[in-house]
């Protein structure tokens, strides 16, 4: 539970809402994209912070021996976090695949000028 | 045995043969009072039913461009609903069929006549027809807000707080309390369903849809002997529908003890109900633009029914 | 218990046809038919094999994967679980996968990389059915995302036509954004509840709300709200249903955004359960009143025929999400219903739309007319769509609209809140601009004149035709039968909708406290079957006897110039004496009355859906911002 990786994430998801708000080259809107996912990964794996715990790589012999110094770090937002960051990526992938196909088709990637259907 | 009843009921009180021949009746005192009115002799009472044989026995032309299964299928189904709506309502005291949600079936029956013409229409193939549909559509969008509104106020009152479709209610609810018309919140609402139906029924000055002078008489330019024939009748019988929801939901059903005379003051008062708003205004006024008809309804008749509406939830 | 497997093979039979087709199909047509077949199939008889132990003998199925067990009430491993109300979502998307898949074969015979098009097919196919089935919030995240990508990469898949990319790529923006909050939400859960389990997080949370979980809340009802496109996240979907293809038109219209609708049901019925308040209802009911309102007024300015009927699918989506506001018996009962014949109708509609563009090679409404002489049976399945969406008894779209006004204003009465009657008076109003809309399109598309360079078009194939057929034999069927589709399928998942209590002790391991559910039963007359079937006799004996006696017509269509057939004129069309010419009303200079006096509203929101993803984005964060606000303010 760290406060500063929670303010951070929160900033980082709102910059990345910003950038997709408000920026017209398509590049620019992927990369906001991108941060809001940053962001959000980074706030996951935050969450399972335990403050002074280690990494959480056991043997399951060592866990049922009953000793009680075993503090170590949640691992399922570790997980959740390896699952996010390649779907970040997928996602990225095919925006970036989208825009290089816009290029061709249009000369220009920019959301002012690459509105065909309206209305 | 019920079956046999139920074919009764269907084919001759108060189904089709009962409706039609009030309804061309009702039609036919329309013409000769508004031609009185217009200071004309005017045609026989019974002529309706003379042009509705007449064109019975004409040759019917499908236009090649049309098709024909919807073409030739349109006015039976439109007969066939209104058919099932004048069982719902209760002529002289009687109801035959009577559900707890009458008044929304019926909301939903009287688009059914409509969307027939329309899909007729259509399915003829001539421009004239496509104007003509698509002002029926916008007539249709324009008359149902108003009408959904005096619908809910009618069966807020009648339900005493709880919300009661079923016409058997409303009629049992007159008889105990007097005529719905004589609630003080009820009577926007009885000015708000007299405006309304002229432009169910497409008599002037709503009769934007089938403008004779403009567009040929819109949907029904292409049709011609019986399938012509029977869109007259349903024209009649929505007339006779119209006055007696009107006269079953606002006046109540004078009980006499005789079914006979029942049934003939409430055809009485279904006359008077079309002379007042059907004739009378058809013989003051000119045709309104199919702008001008959607405004009127969507503010002038709309508002009147929302007064109605908000009075009624108010408690009064 | 072998079925308890059944879900599970199901979705990985889909997901392991999709790697099949990919690496075996590419170049073989048949292989490639056959696989998709072997798998789609396989998806729609477990998946119907599923209704005997859930729907009928009341079960909950769950199966954990890996085999690892919850331990000590605490769950460890990802739980499918498959109740009554995921199940009744499941048949209705497993038999759209089939008539999809069907009628794709003949469809798309014509592209190239059909490899990867079936690849995604299942793909999609594989996420929907997944996220139907699973019992673990982060499984649900990830169906989300398989269904976005699979989504985005089919609407552009005709990346020649005019707008697919774009609109792809704004389909990709606005639905990332949307799914990245709903991880944002996933995660302050886990943050709050450590358990990524359904059960066990509405076990815990339910009536203890700290300011986390009701931040999670405005966070997943606004992703889910992306999913099911409503107002204001549906913007990009009015493009990307127009440019894809029309079987994934049916699947993004039928199955796409009722997963948006069950994720939002599952959130705010069975996690957090805060159904009951009066708040929440409202604002359910707000944003579907004024979804409903919106689209369908939007759609009577369009004149590209798939445009228009992606702006009906947000509309009656509308209609869904007011019913599930309602919160009761009869109003989830009817939002249920009409999810469901929304998909059977609006799939209908979306082959027909393509049998039409398959026929012509156009689908603005503008250049086509006339087509009913030419394609006499996909008119018919046509018409049979439209009064089934425009709630004509009696098809299917009249039984479920029918429960939604009932339990909109019964409710109205219970409460004596005005809002309700305010949104029957809406609902009924939408509907008759529905049939506006699509008395318009059978108008401009079907009847009225044929274009002389139209001449050659010929029907669909066989194949294209039977999943038309099956559409309408079912909206026909649901329409009359509404009280069997009601006691087996409706009721049931109803019920598991308000009984979320159980489903805790079912997980972790005790079966039999699946029974002990709510019971609420519903009770319906609207029809009295023996006038209905007197009438009919009546119709078709008259039908019979007045096209028996009537003249026969000169069979061709008949254009200017074709006196030799017809000499006097007598079949041709009236046109006040002149010469007969090509004069065909079309669906642009329809309706002037109504467009006229709403022209500054058209103009708002014709400015409103301005085709640039800056804006688009916008809208679904002001949109989710504001849902957030609300919820903290009266949620507590």
Known sequence: ?119 | ?316 | MMYAHFPVIAVMGLFLGAFLVEIFGTKNKYIRNTIVMIFVLLAAVLTFALIKPVMVNGEIITYWMGSWEPVEGWAIGIGYEVDALGLFFGLFCAATFVLSAIYSFRYMDSDDHLGHYYTLFLMLCGGVLGLVFTGDLFNMFIMVEIITFASAALAAFRNYKFGALEAGFKYLVIGSVGSSMILFGVALIYLQTHTLNIAQIGNEMAGNLTPVTILALGLLIMGFSVKAFIFPFHTPVVDSYATAPAPISMMFSGTVNKIGVLGLIRVLYQMFRVMDKEAMQMTLVVIGMATMFIAVTCALAQHRLKRLLAYHSISQVGYVIMAIGLATPLGVTGGLFHAMNHTVFKGLLFLCAGAVFYAAGTTNMDKLGGLSKKMPLTCACFIVGAFAISGIPPFNGFASKWMIYLAAYNKGMETGNFLYIAATIVAVVTSVMTLASFIKVTQTVFFGQLKATNDYIRDVPLSMRIPMWIGSALCIFLGVGYNFVNKTILNPAMNAAFSAERYFDVMMGDPAAASAGTNYTINLSVWNPILWLVLFAIVFAAVAIAIITTKKTVGKVMLSGSDNQDPDGKYAVFFSGERSQYSHVVGSDMFWGFRKNFSKYFDVFHKFHNGNVNDYATYCVVGGIIITIIVFIFVR
């Not at chain 1, 043997?59 to 009953?66: E, F």
């Not at chain 2, 009458?102 to 229409?121: K, W």
């Open chain 1, 1 to 119: 539970m760290i406060i500063i990786n929670f303010v951070v994430s929160v900033l980082l998801i709102f910059l990345g809402l910003y950038c997709v708000c408000t920026r017209k080259n398509f590049i620019k809107i992927v990369m906001g994209l991108g941060i809001v996912d940053y962001g959000v990964n980074l706030f996951i794996v935050s969450v399972g912070f335990n403050d002074g715990g280690t990494a959480p790589i056991y043997a399951l012999s060592d866990l049922t021996n009953g000793a009680a110094s075993h503090f170590f770090v949640d691992p399922v937002p570790q997980a959740l976090t390896l699952t996010s960051i390649v779907i970040g990526a997928c996602v990225q992938a095919m925006a970036l695949s989208f825009v290089i196909m816009l290029y061709k088709r249009y000369q220009t990637i920019n959301a002012d000028e690459i509105r065909g259907l309206h209305g």
């Open chain 2, 1 to 316: 045995m019920i079956v046999l009843t139920t074919i009764l009921q269907i084919l001759i009180f108060p189904g089709f043969l009962f409706a039609s021949f009030i309804g061309l009746l009702l039609a036919g005192i329309d013409r000769k009072v508004l031609a009185r009115m217009q200071h004309r002799i005017g045609p026989p009472i019974i002529q309706p039913m003379y042009d509705f044989f007449k064109l019975c026995g004409k040759e019917t032309i499908v236009p090649a461009a049309a098709n024909r299964h919807v073409y030739m299928l349109a006015p039976w189904a439109s007969l066939c609903s209104l058919i099932v709506m004048c069982l719902f309502i209760p002529v002289g005291g009687l109801t035959f069929f009577s559900g707890n949600a009458d008044l929304i079936i019926i909301i939903y029956l009287l688009t059914i006549p409509a969307v027939c013409l329309i899909i007729g229409g259509s399915s003829s193939g001539s421009p004239y027809a496509a104007v003509g549909i698509s002002r029926e559509m916008v007539t249709m969008i324009a008359y149902e807000l108003p009408l959904i509104i005096v619908f809910l106020a009618i069966a807020r009152v009648v339900g005493r707080g709880e919300l009661v479709f079923s016409i058997k209610t409303v009629a049992e609810y007159q008889i105990a309390n007097g005529a719905l018309v004589s609630h003080i919140a009820l009577i926007p609402a009885a000015i708000a369903f007299l405006l309304i139906i002229p432009a169910e029924v497409g008599t002037q000055p709503f009769d934007t849809a089938e403008a004779e002078t403009e567009i040929c008489e819109g949907p029904l330019v292409e049709y011609s002997g019986k399938p012509l024939a029977l869109f007259k009748l349903n024209s009649s019988l929505k007339m006779f529908i119209m006055s007696a929801l009107f006269t079953t939901l606002f006046i109540g059903v004078v009980y006499t003890g005789n079914v006979i005379a029942d049934v003939v003051i409430f055809v009485a008062i279904c006359c008077l109900v079309t002379i007042i708003c059907m004739t009378l205004v058809h013989a003051v006024t000119a045709r309104l633009k199919i702008e001008h008809l959607f405004k009127f309804y969507w503010t002038v008749v709309a508002g009147i029914a929302l007064v109605s509406l908000i009075l009624v939830w108010a408690g009064l």
